[in-house]
């Protein structure tokens, strides 16, 4: 599954209605440089925990400040992992 594609469809369903995501080119990218705040980034890693099966005490613990850093932790921490993007983005909604 492709992260990054996975990252921007979790993103799109975190970024508030009002404001529009514009995907990132690097999974490096920092958050500060693509226009996504801290209450998108606990959004995010709070979709990520869930589809990741991470416990809620181990998620508190993680302080991204790049896609990739996500990526990272789930890859230590993780007990599933969903299926496909659709299927990541079906059970956030």
């Known amino acids: 599954m492709d ?3 996975l990252f921007h469809a979790v993103a799109r369903i ?6 529009t995501y514009t ?4 999974l490096e990218t920092p958050f500060k440089e693509a226009n996504i705040d801290s209450l998108d980034i606990l959004l995010i890693c709070i979709y990520f925990s869930e ?5 809620e005490e181990v998620a508190k613990t993680m302080l991204p400040t790049t896609p990739q850093e996500i990526f990272d ?4 921490h993780k007990t599933k992992e969903p299926a ?5 983005v ?4």
Do not use: C, M, N, T
């Open 84 to 88: 496909s993007i659709e299927d990541a």
């Open 51 to 55: 589809l990741y099966g991470i416990d």
């Open 14 to 19: 975190a970024k508030p209605v009002h404001l």
């Open 23 to 26: 995907p990132i080119a690097s």
């Open 90 to 93: 079906g059970q956030i909604k």
């Open 3 to 5: 992260r990054l594609e």
């Open 73 to 76: 932790f789930l890859e230590v």
